[in-house]
C-alpha cells in the first residue's frame, strides 16, 4: 500500500461516509447562495428590504401584478458592490389587481383597492410570485432567507476564526512551556470556562454595542476556550515524540519547533472542534437576534425573523416562523454531522 498523508486518509475516509459528505456538499450550496443572494434572489434591492404593506404574510405561492414606474433620480452603485450587496430599486413598484392601458398612460387599481387612478408616461407591468410568501412588512420571505444565510456563515466564519487565533496560540504556549506559563494560561481558561457562554455573550454584545460587527467579536471571544484546552492536550503529548526532541538536539528555536512540527499534528482535532463550533456560532447568532441584541434591523438575520413572527406561530401563518427555523436548523445539522464524519475519519484507530 502507497504511503498517504493523514489527511489524505482523512479525506477517503470522509468520501465514504456519505452523510458528512452530503452535509459538506449542503453547506457550500449554502454559502454560494449567501454569497449570490442578489442575483438568485427575487429581491435584489439592498438587504432585500422592498416592503408593501399592502402585501403583508401573504401566503406562499401567491402571485401579484406590479406596476413599474420609473424614477427620475437613481443613485449609482458601483457594479461589483451592486452584484453582491444589492441595488436601489430604479423603478416605483406598486402592487395592483387590474389595469387598462390608455393613451398615453395606464388606469389602474391598487391592492385591494377600489379607488381608481391613472399614471401618465412610462411604465411596465410585470408578474412576481412570493414563492415561500411575504413577512409582516410585506417583504419577500424567500429573499430575506436568502440573505440571512450570508449573517450566520460570515458570523460563524469570523466567530471561529478568531477563536482559534486565540486558542491555537494559547494552547500551543501552555502545552510547549508548561510550568508556570501553562499554570497561568490555564488559570486564566479555567476562569472563562466557569461563565455560561451565553451570558458572557450578552454582556460583551452590550459593552460592545448592538449591531453586525458587535456579534462576531462577542461570539469569537466565548468560544476559544474550547480550542485551547484541546490544544494543550494534544500538544503536551506530541512534545514528548521523537521528531521534537531531535528538533530540541539540533538546537532548532522554540517557534520552529512549535508551528513547523506540533501544529500541523493538532490541525486534525482542531477542525472537528471548528465543526462544532461553527455550528455554536450560528445558534448563538440567532439567540441574539431573537433577543434584539444581534444583527439590527433591516438587516435580514433568521434570528431576528423568528422574533418578528414568533405570535404567529398560533394563527395560520406558522410558517412565518417556522421556516426560518428550519433554515437554522437545517445549517446547524449539517455543521454537526460533518463534524462527526470529520471526528471518524481523523480517528487513527478506524
Known sequence: MKNASLNILAWQKLKQNKLALSSLVFIIACALLGIFAVVVSPD???????????????????KVVFLEIPKEDVKEVPFMEGLFFGKPLVVKRIPIDAFTPIENGISYFPYHSKIEKIHKGKYQTVNQTFWLGTDKYGRDLLSRILYGIRISLSVGFIAVLLSLLIGISLGLVAGYFRGRTDDIIMWFVNVIWSIPTLLMVIAITLALGKGFWQVFVAVGLTMWVEVARIVRGQVLVIRELEYVEAGKALAFKSFRIIFKHILPNVIGPVIVISAANFAAAILIEAGLS???IGAQPPMPSW???????????IMDKAYLAI???MAIMSLVLAFMLLGNGLRDAFDVKN
Not at 303 to 313: R, S, V, W
Open 303 to 313: 434570528g431576528g425573523m423568528i422574533k418578528d413572527h414568533y405570535a404567529y406561530i
Open 44 to 62: 435584489g434591492s439592498p438587504m432585500a428590504n422592498e416592503m408593501h404593506i399592502e402585501l403583508a404574510t401573504q401566503s406562499p405561492f401567491t
Open 323 to 325: 421556516i426560518p427555523g
Open 290 to 292: 431573537f433577543l434584539g
